[in-house]
């Protein structure tokens, strides 16, 4: 049966997922559609959805305004896995604060129990690179491509820490919710992708 995989394109990193989720596709030899979803409509047919880093309150405010948030929220209820990749990861939270603004009035899907600080790490000049490993999910070494990125600075009790860099929570899983500080379709590796791919294949079935 063929899965229906949906990357968020309001803004932010679409393309690149789109390209990371095809090949971890491919490389798992499933059988799935890898599409751009914006519309409330696009996103009903969906298996798995994947929310791109970019601007939270962009994607937030964009989605709010054409309805596709709720739909979000319906989904994911109904138990759809859903990646959130950076402003992805702030999107799902229960609350955001950023680390030098303080909290802000931002539309947030407010799933993942977790406390997060937007731009924990600095500035865009304060990006950087570093291997960071996923041991509980059988991905020992990432490159994790830090971009203004969150951090999380606390977890409720249904949610599992998948990695760790510098002490800082950089991701997390709830159920079938995956949130990550860093940008896996900026590298080559799609060991996270295939993850999320083979959550959404079995979720289906
Ligand atoms: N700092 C951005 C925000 O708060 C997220 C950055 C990213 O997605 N690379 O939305």
Redesign the pocket.
């Known amino acids: 049966m063929s899965i229906n995989v949906g990357i968020l394109a309001i803004q932010?990193d679409v393309q690149e997922n789109i390209d990371a989720t095809k090949r971890a596709v491919t490389e798992l030899g499933l059988d799935g559609n890898v599409i751009p979803v914006k519309t409330p409509e696009e996103i009903s047919n969906l298996d798995g959805l994947i929310i791109p880093?970019?601007?939270?309150?962009t994607i937030g405010h964009l989605s709010l305004v054409n309805s596709s948030l709720k739909k979000i929220k319906e989904k994911i209820e109904k138990g759809m896995p859903v990646l959130g990749?950076?402003?992805?990861m702030?999107m799902l939270s229960k609350t955001a604060s950023?680390r030098i603004i303080g909290k802000t009035d931002q539309p947030l899907l407010e799933f993942l129990d977790i406390k997060l600080e937007?731009?924990s790490f600095g500035r865009q000049r304060d990006s950087f690179q570093a291997d960071i490993s996923m041991d509980s999910i059988d991905i020992p070494v990432f490159n994790g491509v830090f971009?203004?990125?969150?951090s999380v600075s606390d977890v409720g009790s249904g949610v599992q820490v998948l990695s760790k860099f510098n002490d800082k929570i950089i991701a997390v899983k709830q159920g079938n919710i995956i949130g990550t500080a860093f940008?896996p379709e900026l590298t080559q590796d799609t060991s996270l992708h295939k993850y999320f791919v083979n959550l959404v294949s079995t979720s289906r079935n």
């Open positions: 932010g880093g970019g601007e939270s309150t990749i950076c402003a992805g702030i950023d937007r731009n971009i203004r990125a969150p940008h």
